[in-house]
Structures are given as structure tokens and as C-alpha cells.
């Protein structure tokens, strides 16, 4: 994209062509504009259990098009219009292409309007839609947003977003951000709208439809909480929900402010294995769950729902660049989550008890999970979500900590956190950042950590040793981050 912005204003109409080379998904993502902002409306036809829906996209050309490109699958599209007026369009390889009457030339503001029906139940090679009891929620992470509705479907490119749900007045549309208005239509539905303050990654969106109750209170100093519950479960789950206050005291003393305007947790009303194939997923303030995780003791629990909600620092507020740097969300959801988990004296599936000794454990089957998964910073699409971008990755943030001392770490992670808010991040930021505030160069000792096919030596503890890899993939290498750390509240 960045090159596309220095293309001459005079140039040619180009196409745009499709993907933006992401080193994991390098089809995703659509070069020659930057999207601005998405106003996207659905309509839930609980008859059908389908969805009628608009997506508005306004965007800024960063060269002159002759055609623009969104990324789209699934989606019955019905018409297009550009800044108003009808145009051509067509759908191929989860891209639709859009045609207007004019090129689109460069540094200009276009708004491209897309009108289509979606199933929820459709069968997709991948989707983000959560088909639920009475309704559905959306789980686009990490590539499956653009099922749900057309976009940029990329992390690097975040908007602004307003969602207007609109349900049967028996059930509750609800979306990301701040509900803004509630419009009862007078034919037994209501169309309630919601806005995000601040930017997010299409992958973050979330939007339900279901036979919800609203659990609304203050948190710490003033933060509105909202759950969003199945009716039917509202007791059930409530003693897992109220942890969520004490939860948040706890982050904000390690990450600083909480970054929304909102925190709250959804329990999707499926816990079909087929669902979703994870347990929570951190969209953007209203973190989504399947309902019978919660239901555990807090012990069982705690650990996960400390990962899920560190997310809105790492991963919501402080985006990835490319997915190649997923692991500063996981790797650090994972070093805060254990680390909430030792403190209150919670032994995890080993027995541990103590951050050294889980780093300890990990750290001996570094060479293996290198082996199997590719080094910490290095996935690819088959092992993205593999153990080595989770309780790796926070083994690489350990090894930094012992290297530079709780200290300068507590300031490394604020400065990050502080210097990228609402934005993006990439791996080399977040070295340069380590490297400034601790007045060392550490491009070299991370660069082992991050990239390196053996495990480095870990500052502080010559006696901890790594087991030699083999052919044999170790126990839990793929697991998937998901599955293994947070899908089991193990981690």
C-alpha cells in the first residue's frame, strides 16, 4: 500500500489487483485504497434464518482506479452503487470486483455501497458466521470476516465501524462499541445501532442476534461493563461474568488504562464442537464465548478469561501488522493469562505453580515446537494457531524480562502499548521499541528468540535445558493455541 500511495496522480487506471502479500494469507486485502470507515446493517429474518444486509465503505484511493476489489465470500450480492450510482460487479476467488461508471482516482474519498443476503448456515470452505439456537454471532478471526460482509480483510487496515442489527422484537440485536439508538419499526421489529470509538480490524467485528438479556454495570473507576447473555442462562453464568471487575483492576495494573469505551463478554448459545472451533475470541469489546467454558470453577477459568481480555491491549487497541506478528497478541495474552493464573496459586495441567517452572517446561521442548511449527515469529497458515505463537511466544517475552529486568520490561510493554494505540504493530516495532527504552540493542538477542531454529540460551538460568528435537511432533506443538491453551482454561 505504501508504494501504491507513491504512484504518480497522472498514472493509468490500474485494477486492482487481488491480495496485499501477506507473508500468512497473501490473498487478503486489496492494494490501491485504505478503507475509512464501514456503516453496515443486518437485518435478521428469523423465518429464514437468513440475513438481509448493507455494507457502506468509504474509502481513500491511494492510486487511480479503474476498478476496486473487496474481499467477499459466500455473500448473495444484489446491486453495487459508488458515491450513488449503480456499478458493474462481479464475484471470483472471495474477491468481489467493483466496476463504477468512472475510475476512481487518487487521494480521492469513494463510497462503495453493497447490497446482499447471506445464510448463516452455509456451507463455506471457511466461515465466520456462529450459527446459533435462535439467531447467530460472528467469529471472523482470521480470515473469515469478509463472509459476513465485504471488506479490506486485513489486519493492517482498520476503520471506523456503526452496526444497525435489526431483529424480531422477541429477540436482541447486538454489535461492538456503544449502543446509540433503539428504533422499534412498528412490525414487531427493532433496529438497535451501535458505534465504535476508536478503529478496528474487520477480524474484531462482532455482531448477534439471539434471545439475549443485557447485564449492564460500572467497573473499575466508572467502565461500563455489558454482558450479553442467553436469557435462559443468566444465573448460570453470572458467577463467572462478576469476575470480570476484579479482572480488569488486575490488567490495568500490569498494561495501564483499559483502551475502550466498554468491556463486557457474549456466550454465544451454541457449544456445538463445530460452531467455532476455539473457546473465546477477543472482538473488540464484547469478547465471545461458548457458554459451558463458563460454567467451571474460577480456577479452571480465570486464566483464559485474563488471556481473552488482555487481547483488548494486545491484538484489539495494538493490531498486527500482518499476521505473521500474531504472535505479540498470543505470545503476550498467554505471559499476562499465566502469570494472573500463579499469582492466585491455581497449579495448571502439569502441576506447576510458578511462571519459572511453566517457562521451564516449555523451554525444554523449545527445539521440538521450532521443529514442528516453524520458529515463534515465522507461521504459516497451517500453523498459525499452533502452541509456538501462544505459551511460545510468552516464553520469548520471559526470556526478555530476565534479560532486562522487570523494570525496564514493565516500560518496554507500556511504551509499546502507549506508542501504537489504536493502530498497528509489527514485530520490528516491538523490537525497536525493546531496544530504546532498555538502551541496549536487543535486535540481535530477539532476532534468536523470534526467528532463530534453535532454542537460544535463557539470560539468568545456565542450568535449564532444551530436549533435542525429533521426527515425533511433541505433545501440544499443534494443538492449536486454541485448542490447547485457550480452549481448555489450562493455559
Request: aromatic share 8%; glycine share 10%; charged share 20%.
Amino acid at each position: 500500500m505504501l508504494s501504491a500511495a507513491l504512484l504518480s496522480a497522472s498514472a493509468p487506471p490500474a485494477t486492482a489487483a487481488g491480495g496485499v502479500g501477506d507473508p500468512v494469507f497473501p490473498s487478503l486485502g486489496n492494494t490501491g485504497y485504505r478503507a475509512l470507515a464501514y456503516d453496515l446493517s443486518f437485518d435478521y429474518r428469523a423465518d429464514t434464518r437468513t440475513v438481509d444486509a448493507t455494507a457502506e465503505i468509504t474509502t481513500r484511493l491511494t492510486r487511480t482506479l479503474a476498478e476496486l476489489s473487496l474481499d467477499a465470500l459466500g455473500l448473495d450480492v444484489h446491486a453495487v452503487r459508488v458515491d450513488g450510482r449503480p456499478a458493474r460487479f462481479a464475484a471470483h476467488d472471495e474477491k468481489l470486483t467493483v466496476t463504477p461508471v468512472r475510475p476512481l482516482h487518487r487521494g480521492a474519498t469513494a463510497r462503495v455501497t453493497v447490497e446482499y443476503s447471506a445464510d448463516p448456515r452455509a456451507a463455506l470452505p471457511h466461515t465466520g458466521w456462529v450459527p446459533t439456537r435462535d439467531g447467530f454471532a460472528v467469529a471472523g478471526q482470521p480470515a473469515s470476516a469478509h463472509t459476513v460482509f465485504p471488506c479490506d480483510d486485513h489486519p493492517g487496515d482498520k476503520a471506523r465501524f456503526t452496526v444497525a442489527v435489526t431483529a424480531p422484537d422477541a429477540l436482541r440485536g447486538v454489535a461492538n462499541g456503544e449502543l446509540t439508538a433503539t428504533e422499534p419499526l412498528g412490525d414487531g421489529r427493532t433496529t438497535r445501532r451501535y458505534a465504535s470509538r476508536e478503529p478496528m480490524a474487520t477480524e474484531l467485528v462482532q455482531v448477534s442476534v439471539g434471545d439475549y438479556t443485557v447485564r449492564e454495570r460500572p467497573g473499575p473507576h466508572g467502565l461500563p461493563l455489558r454482558d450479553v447473555v442467553p436469557t435462559a442462562r443468566v444465573a448460570e453464568l453470572a458467577p463467572a461474568l462478576d469476575l470480570t471487575a476484579g479482572q480488569l483492576e488486575w490488567a490495568e495494573q500490569h498494561l495501564g488504562p483499559f483502551p475502550f469505551e466498554s468491556y463486557g463478554i457474549l456466550p454465544a448459545d451454541t457449544d456445538d464442537p463445530a460452531a467455532f472451533g476455539f473457546t473465546g475470541l477477543e472482538t473488540q469489546t464484547l469478547t465471545l464465548y461458548k457458554p459451558n467454558f463458563l460454567r467451571r470453577p474460577e480456577s479452571q477459568i480465570g486464566s483464559h478469561m485474563m488471556h481473552e481480555l488482555v487481547h483488548s491491549w494486545f491484538g484489539d487497541s495494538v493490531t498486527p501488522a500482518t499476521w505473521a506478528d500474531l504472535w505479540l497478541n498470543e505470545g503476550h495474552a498467554d505471559f499476562y493469562g499465566l502469570g494472573y493464573r500463579y499469582e492466585r496459586g491455581w497449579p495448571d495441567a502439569w502441576g506447576d505453580t510458578t511462571l519459572a517452572a511453566r517457562m521451564r517446561r516449555v523451554y525444554g521442548l523449545g527445539d521440538q515446537w521450532r521443529h514442528d511449527s516453524g520458529p515463534v515469529a515465522s507461521p504459516t497458515a497451517d500453523t498459525l494457531f499452533d502452541d509456538q505463537r501462544y505459551t511460545g511466544g510468552a516464553l520469548v517475552l520471559y526470556a526478555l524480562r530476565e534479560k532486562v529486568g522487570p523494570a525496564a520490561f514493565d516500560r518496554i510493554e507500556r511504551t509499546f502499548l502507549r506508542e501504537h494505540r489504536y493502530g498497528n504493530a509489527s514485530t520490528r516495532d516491538y523490537v525497536r521499541t525493546a531496544s530504546e527504552v532498555s538502551g541496549q540493542d536487543l535486535s540481535g538477542f530477539l532476532d534468536d528468540w523470534l526467528y532463530g531454529r534453535s532454542t537460544p540460551p535463557m539470560p539468568g538460568h545456565p542450568d535449564w535445558t532444551v530436549t533435542p528435537a525429533t521426527d515425533a511432533p511433541a505433545a501440544g506443538a499443534r494443538a492449536a493455541g486454541r485448542g490447547a491453551t485457550e480452549g481448555t482454561g489450562t493455559i
